[in-house]
């Protein structure tokens, strides 16, 4: 039973590129969520995505930052004309259909970095 | 912010020593869960504790919540080296199962 999976591990891009990066949640998990950690800091919340669906993005900049959850494949978290200060490890979390108290199921991260 | 807090941020004892983590918050919440983190990994969940409990144990951490206060800690007794870790606790607003994350307390059991 595969846990939150998130590709790719560590991802370089040059300022002005995209970054793509890729989640897909716990099999049976039809809730997930973006957080985004800086160095030596807690993970703070960007967006939380239903399939098909974008329940909350208050977390996630407006310009430059989007995220989808597709009926099939993967959520992704798209970063457009990334800058340094995007530099920064990129959290995946899922969660079950089930209302409330259900706890979350991270991935290992993405870790972008912007050179 | 609505975040939790932790304190303190940084955290150092002998192995078999007890660590008592604190976090704060601020807004009324549904429940509070404490996360682990070991370095280069995600969080992985420990503990959940609704607002309308007390105190809650799981083999060797112990949990409390104190909703006047907002606050809530978390012990771990009996440390060994693997407790070596970030904890962080997570408090919920709201109706969409979001949370948010306090900066973290950062332990480091020595054997």
């Known amino acids: 039973n595969a846990g939150v999976m998130q590709n790719p591990r560590h991802l370089v891009r040059r300022r002005g590129q995209e970054a793509r990066l890729r989640c897909s949640p716990m099999k049976g998990h039809s809730h997930v969520y973006w957080y985004r950690q800086l160095p030596e800091e807690g993970l703070k919340f960007m967006v939380y995505?239903?399939?098909?669906?974008?329940?909350?993005e208050s977390g996630m900049p407006k310009e430059r930052f989007s995220a989808e959850f597709p009926k099939e494949g993967p959520s992704i978290l798209r970063i457009q004309q990334v800058v340094r200060g995007d530099s920064a490890a990129y959290f995946c979390?899922?969660?079950?259909?089930?209302?409330?108290?259900?706890?979350?199921?991270f991935g290992n991260g993405t870790r972008l970095t912007v050179t | 912010s609505q975040q939790g807090e932790e304190d303190p941020q940084a955290l150092s004892i002998q192995e078999g020593e007890n660590a008592t983590m604190n976090c704060s918050y601020k807004?009324?919440?549904?429940?509070l869960q404490w996360y682990r983190q070991n370095s280069g990994r995600g969080l992985v969940h420990l503990i959940l504790i609704r607002s309308n409990e007390r105190e809650k144990h799981s083999g060797r951490l112990r949990v409390t919540l104190d909703t006047s206060k907002k606050s809530s800690s978390l012990l771990i007794t009996a440390s060994r080296a693997a407790d070596t870790a970030s904890y962080f606790c997570?408090?919920?607003?709201?109706?969409?199962?979001?949370?948010?994350f306090g900066s973290g307390t950062k332990l480091n059991v020595k054997p």
């Open positions: 979390a899922s969660s079950p259909p089930i209302g409330n108290n259900s706890p979350l199921h």
């Open positions: 807004t009324s919440i549904n429940n």
């Open positions: 995505l239903q399939k098909e669906n974008i329940i909350d």
């Open positions: 997570a408090t919920d607003v709201g109706s969409f199962n979001k949370f948010y």
